[in-house]
Nanobody, 119 residues
Framework: QVQLVESGGGLVQAGGSLRLSCAAS????????MGWFRQAPGKEREFVAT???????SYVDSVKGRFTISRDNAKNTVYLQMNSLKPEDTAVYYC?????????????WGQGTQVTVSS
């Protein structure tokens, strides 16, 4: 199995930045698609961003231009750089792995890291 561990969450004022990291234990990390999701209290989990095995990216409209997903295959790590944070970005953020590489079937999930944005 693949183990995913998120880090980098915390408290930040509106307009600030955070970088989330997700370290993976997979033997063939470079073949995975990786995704970031988030869930706010009382709301459904929503898709935030994904990066394919080839480096292509996709984002939910609400974070386009503010968030950037990237990966470092040598470190088995995916990142989510979050700039210009808004209070509505407050949520638990989860990373996920799609071993098929297409980002359409995530089999493994991390434990989540809390991001809180104050106004």
């Amino acid at each position: 199995q693949v183990q995913l561990v998120e880090s980098g969450g915390g408290l930040v004022q509106a307009g600030g930045s955070l970088r989330l990291s997700c370290a993976a234990s997979g033997r063939t990390f470079s073949l995975y698609a990786m995704g970031w999701f988030r869930q706010a209290p009382g709301k459904e989990r929503e898709f935030v961003a994904t990066i394919s095995r080839s480096g292509g990216t996709s984002y939910v409209d609400s974070v386009k231009g503010r968030f950037t997903i990237s990966r470092d295959n040598a470190k088995n790590t995916v990142y989510l750089q979050m700039n210009s944070l808004k209070p509505e970005d407050t949520a638990v953020y989860y990373c996920a792995a799609d071993l098929g590489g297409w980002g359409n079937n995530y089999q493994y999930w991390g434990q989540g890291t809390q991001v809180t944005v104050s106004s």
